[in-house]
């Protein structure tokens, strides 16, 4: 019995001090979240998104382009663990490395073919050349390409690699060390990056 209350207080101790992580976005308790600032109950239009009417393949743009549905530009979105995006890439064009720090992502390719692929936390490379119909879990540069994405979140977010690496104020030095290379060849990089 002399033991109970240290075993009780080392318990107590170790809940007190367990971390929890949860990923994802919280459940919610309804179908949908009404708008915040308004009180008129919402109609059909809030559910319906036109943003992405001009990602077709006739109005090709120039560059890589995103075009997203998520819950910045569909409120309706919020909290349905949901999002969505248009990936279009003309000949010669590329999505750089990036990553979704909280979604999974599920990539479905509509037109051409896609070099894809990604990078394990133990550095090891998962690639495939995609056709049209072909799904991807996470391109020929000769031809255009369109692909969609499905995000297991509402707000996905995206981390472009490059520019989170070289468009910061990370010292150059500590830059030139890490890719071991020299200061000379990062602020090239920085200069490409920033043009």
């Keep these: 019995m002399a033991l109970l209350p240290s075993i009780l207080f080392f318990q107590a101790v170790t809940l007190v001090t367990l971390q929890v992580a949860l990923a994802g976005d ?3 308790l ?3 979240i009404p708008p915040s600032n ?10 319906t998104y ?4 001009a990602a077709t393949v006739p109005n ?6 995103v075009f997203k549905a998520s819950m910045a530009e569909f409120p309706a979105l919020n909290g ?14 590329v999505n750089p490395p990036h990553n979704h720090p909280r979604a999974s992502e599920l990539l479905f390719l509509l037109v051409g073919s896609l070099e894809v692929g990604f990078v394990t936390t133990t550095n090891d490379l998962f690639n495939q050349t995609l056709q049209e119909g072909d799904i991807f879990y996470n391109r020929d540069e ?3 390409a369109i692909a969609v994405s499905a995000f297991g979140s509402a707000s996905a977010g995206t981390v472009s690699i490059p520019s989170a690496v070289f468009n910061t104020s990370i010292y150059d030095p500590v830059l030139a060390a890490s890719f071991k290379t020299d200061v000379v060849t990062i602020k090239r990089l920085k200069y490409g990056l920033s043009h």
């Excluded at 036109?50 to 009417?53: C, E, V």
């Excluded at 090709?60 to 382009?65: G, I, Y």
């Design 60 to 65: 090709m743009p120039p560059d890589f382009k």
């Design 26 to 28: 919280a459940d919610i």
């Design 30 to 32: 309804s179908d949908f």
């Design 80 to 93: 349905q663990s949901v999002s969505f995006a248009v990936l279009m890439y003309p000949p010669g064009t």
């Design 142 to 144: 000769k031809a255009p």
């Design 38 to 47: 308004t009180t008129v109950p919402p109609d059909g239009s809030f559910f």
């Design 50 to 53: 036109t943003g992405l009417r």
